[in-house]
């Protein structure tokens, strides 16, 4: 199967020149995590909301709005281009290592579609059992913990998200984007020497996403990637037949099973 036969055609992109503040908004009317940047038609760098989470988090740009950052600020400009000819297993190789989870499709220098793990999603048709390949034990908040103690766990563990649990119930979501977003939404609406300690004292509570899709350990890897794909979410928390937490399975997890059963056929 060729990468032009599974790309999203109808890319959604920005101009170096944007303000963080539109990038946002992009992010959130098209409920998505990632843009690419393009300059005259050519990809010059990727935004995600895990770079925007870090630069509004960080103390050297301390007071300065997001209406006066631009994309250039946070891109990563070290990304893979690829093309639409390319076998889709040749990507499958690179699910999980660091780097952009977006991958531009270029042909003759122009941009004509992106990949991400979402369009990978509907090639996974197993039937393992999803404990085969959960991730346990699970790295957890508690909604009463500081946003910049979450981060941290994030940044440290390379994860982009954690289930917020309250005895062992999963009862909200905190990942980069609802941290990105808060962070502007401080810049911007509190007075410059009150803004270190409203981040200081931010809760996760305050913030996270309360809407959390989660299913029981039961399922398959098919039935979770099915989920993620109706839901457009990016992990699914796993709970026993008590309703409390057991285990967890992202994109990433799918798809390097479905990559692994590639290679073993």
């Known amino acids: 199967m060729k990468i032009g036969e599974i790309m999203t055609k109808e890319v959604v992109s920005v101009n170096k020149n944007e303000d963080l503040y539109h990038v946002l908004t992009l992010l959130e009317k098209h409920n998505i995590t990632k843009l690419p940047v393009v300059e005259d ?10 770079k925007i989470a870090d630069k509004l988090g960080t103390v050297r740009t301390k007071g300065v709005p997001a209406a006066r950052m631009h994309a250039s600020t946070v891109m990563e400009k070290k990304f893979d281009a690829i093309s639409p000819d390319m ?4 990507i499958l190789k690179k699910v999980g290592e660091p780097g ?13 579609g992106v990949v991400t793990k979402a369009d990978l999603l509907p090639l996974v048709k197993d039937e393992t059992p999803v404990t085969e390949i959960m991730t346990i034990p699970v790295l957890t908040v508690r909604p009463d913990d500081r946003v910049i103690h979450a981060r941290r766990i994030m940044f440290d563990n390379e994860v982009a998200r954690l289930p917020v649990v309250q005895n062992g119930m999963v009862i909200g979501l905190i990942s980069d984007k609802e941290i990105a977003f808060a962070f502007a939404e401080l810049r911007k609406n509190v007075s410059l020497g009150q803004q270190q300690s409203r981040l200081k004292n931010l809760l996760v509570e305050d913030i996270m996403e309360k809407n959390v899709v989660t299913a029981p350990d039961t399922i398959t890897v098919k039935d979770a990637a099915e989920l993620m794909m109706k839901h457009e979410i990016g992990c699914v928390p796993l709970v026993n037949g008590d309703g ?3 285990g967890i399975i992202t994109r990433t997890d799918v798809l390097k099973h479905y990559a692994k059963t590639l290679e073993e056929r």
């Open 41 to 50: 038609g050519k990809v010059v760098g990727i935004v995600t909301d895990n």
């Open 244 to 246: 409390k937490i057991r």
């Open 100 to 112: 952009p989870t977006m991958l531009p499709v270029v042909m003759d220098n122009e941009l004509v």
């Open 87 to 90: 076998e889709v297993k040749d």
